[in-house]
């Protein structure tokens, strides 16, 4: 997912006997670009050879408490450049795996906690670390745009309509496409009226390009583009105020004792 738009770049779907690493590993990435991933998907497998499948393909991710590494460089105190084994297990499956491979290490104050990450962004002077541990922080616009698909195109409901496998898989697609056709469109309407794409309310935006689709069938197709061209012309009544400053951190609230 574009976390400046909320669109969905690509999107696979596997049993329950399929691991998120096997799907993820046929996702298209995009040249020039950096993934931003759940500590879920460190592996060296896994991110070496995402990063080697084009160009300047980079990643970021929370760095686990235990990592095992080997300092290479010192850029500073908090920021380095590590040499990390390879597991025996990784390399058994994959003879080509390296016995060791290399990624940057930085350590940043977040909220008045430590918080330490590994990317594959190895140049200190041209990507500092404390930039880098903002960009992670839109890791979460990846769960906001699952409410949007959860909540607003699905109503909120709990389960899809269909009942037979094939029909849940054809279901799904169908959602993630009306998603991302709207989230697009709503990254058109935000250029017209010159706002970030996030800035589109989803719901009202997403309730007015619907309606201009249910009715199209029942006009002539001359009039198309006049009511394409009205929808942008009211973009603005869709636009939402600046996202505020989060006041307090989020932590895991502990229950009162009685």
Not at 165 to 183: K, M, S
């Amino acid at each position: 997912m574009d976390t400046y738009s909320h669109e969905l770049l690509d999107a696979r779907m596997g049993a329950m006997s399929q691991g998120e690493l096997t799907l993820a590993a046929d996702l298209q990435n995009i040249d020039q670009s950096l993934t931003v991933f759940d500590r879920a998907y460190f592996s060296a497998a896994f991110l070496l050879n995402w990063q080697s499948q084009g160009q300047d393909r980079h990643w970021l991710m929370r760095a686990k408490d235990n990592l095992r590494h080997e300092v290479i460089v010192q850029y500073d105190e908090h920021d380095c450049l590590v040499s990390m084994p390879v597991s025996p297990t990784a390399r058994k499956i994959d003879p080509q795996l390296p016995s060791h491979w290399q990624a940057r290490l930085i350590e940043v104050q977040l909220g008045g906690r430590k918080r330490r990450f590994i990317t594959s962004l190895t140049d200190a002077s041209r990507y500092p670390a404390k930039e880098l541990a903002k960009l992670y922080m839109q890791r979460w616009e990846i769960e906001l745009g699952f409410r949007e698909i959860k909540h607003s195109l699905q109503s909120s409901q709990w389960t899809l309509r269909s009942k037979q496998p094939q029909l849940v898989r054809q279901e799904l697609w169908g959602v993630l496409i009306a998603y991302t056709l709207l989230r697009r469109l709503m990254r058109q309407m935000a250029a017209h009226v010159r706002v970030e794409p996030l800035r589109m309310g989803f719901h009202v935006a997403s309730m007015a390009i619907i309606d201009l689709l249910r009715f199209a069938p029942l006009e002539s197709a001359g009039t198309l583009p006049k009511r394409l061209q009205l929808l942008f012309d009211q973009a603005h009544l869709f636009v939402l105020p600046p996202r505020r400053k989060r006041s307090y951190p989020r932590v895991v609230k502990t229950k009162a004792a009685k």
